[in-house]
Structure formats: structure tokens, C-alpha cells
């Protein structure tokens, strides 16, 4: 039987991808018509993480902001389970079967414990919204930004619902800095925000909706949204052969051309990496390119010294507040309002993003 060429036309290599989040989609993407392709993910589809905010609020935006892997991977293999172990030549996911490698990309940023299914997952966003709809009062628990842009959906999409959000830092918006903290607490608070800081709130003792914070008061609230942030996916990794790349942190260690140190065929990309840089979407799509050249690369036996270097990139966010408003921060300057909201906020980059992946920016 003839092989399936490859890049340079010998036979196809094996590349197995774990993770279909940000990086993980972008990385399996550009390699499918390259190599043998196998993308291992948690669930069947991608979802542009920072659009989730808004789908709480309207469902039908999750229409296309989850968007089923074999959309954009149509020349890759899917193998919906997580990854639980991996040796010097395959991974060992929670389904049974070892899927063997010639080269592995790590992409397991955050774990997601969510729906498996496309269908399961636009069906929770309306039951949270019906929730939402119901309730005259919402708590939220976790003022980084997945709490600081549900607050800001809630409170311009539903005016007259009383919404406290409990944070048990000091400030907003910790991982950037103290200005933009304190800017959207001020825009939270002229919308009516309660903003509880310095306290945490135990949500396994609520009773009849009524909340303890740390600090021994109490709030009353009909629903509530835990938006503590979502673990690393990293922990699975801990007793593979890739332990001694992880860091204290639980990062995985790269090198510039992104390789997980210590093996030359297994490259990290997006948040789960030890990159000193701000942990943003942006970045890790900017690592699968890198991470993709440098395959393309190495699997036609090119020269290891002509790898493409990865530059940690700049100090640059934006978190939304509602639809048309945003706090940015870029370098040490912050910006507040409806300027850096025309960035990001109405369309979330959802557009951008389907692009990206070759699909179409409207459904339509
Ligand atoms: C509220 C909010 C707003 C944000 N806004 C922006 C923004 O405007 N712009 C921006 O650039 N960034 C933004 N970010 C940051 C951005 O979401 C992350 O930097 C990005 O998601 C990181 O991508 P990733 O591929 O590394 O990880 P993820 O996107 O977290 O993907 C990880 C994938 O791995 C899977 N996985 C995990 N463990 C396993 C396993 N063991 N086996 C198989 N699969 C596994 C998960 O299911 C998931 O699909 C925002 C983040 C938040 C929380």
C-alpha cells in the first residue's frame, strides 16, 4: 500500500495535540493537511473562552462561539476523552486506547468540566439564562475577569437585577494592574454593583439563598455564579514522564523555540507554558503558529538551528464591561470605556477567531 505523503513528500508523521482550546485548535488546524493529526480534547468542540460571559446573557451568541472540532478539522482524527498519561511515545487517555506519536503538542491550558457535547453545552446556556431572567438577585463569586465581565453583562443587560459580586482579594482584576482594578470597580459601582472585597463566600453552607461571607456578613440571593477561575490543566501531567518539565507552579518549561525542556519532540503552547508573559488568548494562538513552523520544520528533517523563536509577548488586555464598554490595559497605560469597548465588546473577537479557523464570522 503507497504511504500518505507529508510535508517534503515523505510519509505522513504522527501528531498528536491535547487540548482543542485556543492554541490547541489553532496548532491542530494548520497541521492537518501535514502530518497525521490526532486532536485529544475533553469535549467535541472549541469554544472562544471570553465569549462564554455573554452567552449566560444571550444564548443564541454561543451559536457561534461553540464551534464543534469538525468544523475546522476536517482532515484530523477527534478523540473525545482526557488525556491521562503520556510516555515517550503515546498517550493514555480516560478511553482506553493508546494513540502513539511522533510528535506531541501539550495545549491543556485550563480544564473544563462543562458539557461534552456542542448540544449539551448551548442548552445549559439557556437554562443559566432562564436562571438569570428569574432571579431578582444574583451573587457572583470571583472578581478576576470572568466575574468582573458577568457582572458587567448582568448589569447592562438587566438593569434592575440587584447583583453583589464577593471578591477575596484586595482589588479587581489582580492580573493586571492596580489602575484598571480600580477603574472597573467604579464602573461596577455606578451601575449598582455591590462589590464585596477582602472576603470569600463558602457555597456549600447556603441556605434559602442566604450566603455567608468571610467577614460574617450576610447576602441574599435568589442564584449564584462561581467564577473562581477554572484549574490548570496541568495536574494529569504529574506522574508522566513529563514531571520534571513542570515548574513549582505546575507550568509546563519551554524553550524559545517552544519544546518542552528536556524533549525534543513534545513542544507546550498557550497558558499551561512558563512563558514570563501575561496569560492571554492572543499569545497562545501566536505559540501554536510558532509551534506549528517549527514542526513543519522538523518533520521534513530540516535544520534544528533554523527554528522559529518565540518573543514573550507584551503586557496587553482588555476585559469587557457589558456591550459596549471595556477596561484596558496596554503596557502601563489603562483605558476605560467606549473606546477600548469598540475593540472588544460587541463581538467579543468571535468573528476574529471563527476566522482564524477558516469558518465563516457570521453563521449566515
Ligand atoms: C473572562 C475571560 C476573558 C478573557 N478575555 C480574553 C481576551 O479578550 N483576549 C485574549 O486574548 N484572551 C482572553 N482571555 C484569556 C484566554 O481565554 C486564555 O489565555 C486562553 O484560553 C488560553 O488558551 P489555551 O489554549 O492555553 O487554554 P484553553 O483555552 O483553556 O484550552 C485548554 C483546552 O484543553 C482541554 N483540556 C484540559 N485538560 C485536558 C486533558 N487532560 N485532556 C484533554 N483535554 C484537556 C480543555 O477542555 C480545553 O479545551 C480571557 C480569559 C477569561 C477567563
Redesign the pocket.
Known amino acids: 500500500m503507497a504511504a500518505i505523503e507529508g510535508v517534503g513528500g515523505g510519509e505522513k508523521k504522527r501528531v498528536v495535540v ?7 485548535s489553532v496548532v491542530a488546524k494548520a497541521l492537518q493537511e501535514h502530518s497525521n493529526v490526532v486532536l ?4 467535541e468542540y ?1 469554544e472562544v ?2 465569549a462564554s ?1 455573554r452567552s449566560l446573557v444571550e444564548p443564541s451568541f454561543a451559536e457561534r462561539s461553540v464551534i464543534n472540532h469538525t468544523e475546522y478539522l476536517q482532515n484530523a482524527r477527534l478523540v473525545i476523552s ?3 498519561n503520556v510516555t515517550e511515545s503515546e498517550v493514555l487517555t480516560a478511553q482506553g486506547d493508546p494513540i502513539a506519536y511522533d510528535y506531541l503538542v501539550i ?6 468540566t462543562g458539557a461534552l457535547a456542542r448540544s449539551e453545552k448551548l442548552s445549559l446556556y439557556h437554562a443559566e439564562y432562564e436562571k438569570i431572567k428569574s432571579s431578582n438577585s444574583i451573587l457572583i463569586v470571583g472578581g478576576g ?2 466575574g468582573v ?1 458577568l457582572a458587567g453583562e448582568v448589569a447592562v443587560d438587566f438593569p434592575d437585577k440587584k447583583v453583589t459580586l464577593v471578591h477575596r482579594g484586595s482589588r479587581l482584576l489582580e492580573f493586571i494592574g492596580h489602575k484598571a482594578g480600580r477603574k472597573a470597580l467604579e464602573w461596577l459601582t455606578s451601575k449598582k454593583v455591590e462589590v464585596i472585597l477582602g472576603q470569600s463566600v463558602n457555597l456549600n453552607s447556603v441556605s434559602d439563598g442566604v450566603y455567608q461571607t468571610s467577614g460574617g456578613e450576610t447576602i441574599t440571593a435568589d442564584c449564584y455564579f462561581n467564577c473562581t477561575g477554572k484549574p490548570m ?1 496541568s495536574m ?1 501531567l504529574k506522574d508522566t514522564v513529563l514531571k520534571n518539565s513542570l515548574d513549582i507552579h505546575g507550568r509546563l518549561m519551554v524553550d524559545a523555540n517552544l519544546r518542552v525542556k528536556g524533549h525534543k519532540n513534545v513542544f507546550g ?4 507554558t512558563d512563558i514570563p508573559e501575561i ?6 494562538q501566536r505559540h501554536a503558529t510558532v509551534a506549528a513552523k517549527n514542526l513543519k520544520l522538523l518533520m521534513t528533517g530540516g535544520d534544528e538551528q533554523k527554528m522559529a523563536v518565540y518573543k514573550p509577548g507584551w503586557q496587553l ?3 469587557s464591561l457589558g456591550r459596549n464598554e471595556a477596561v484596558a490595559q496596554v503596557f502601563f497605560v489603562t483605558l476605560i470605556g467606549c473606546f477600548p469597548g469598540m475593540i ?1 465588546s460587541k463581538d467579543l ?1 468571535v468573528g476574529k477567531t471563527r476566522k482564524q479557523l477558516g469558518l465563516k464570522s457570521n453563521l449566515l
Do not use: C, M, N, R
Not at 495545549?107 to 473544563?112: I, K, N, S
Not at 503552547?269 to 499551561?272: P, Q, S, V
Open positions: 491535547i487540548g482543542g482550546g485556543v492554541a490547541g485529544i480534547d475533553s469535549k472549541f473562552p471570553w460571559l482526557p488525556a491521562i495545549a491543556t491550558g485550563h480544564v473544563d475577569p470572568t465581565e490543566g494529569w503552547i498557550g497558558d499551561i496569560k492571554q488568548g492572543y499569545l497562545a488586555a482588555i476585559v472588544k473577537f
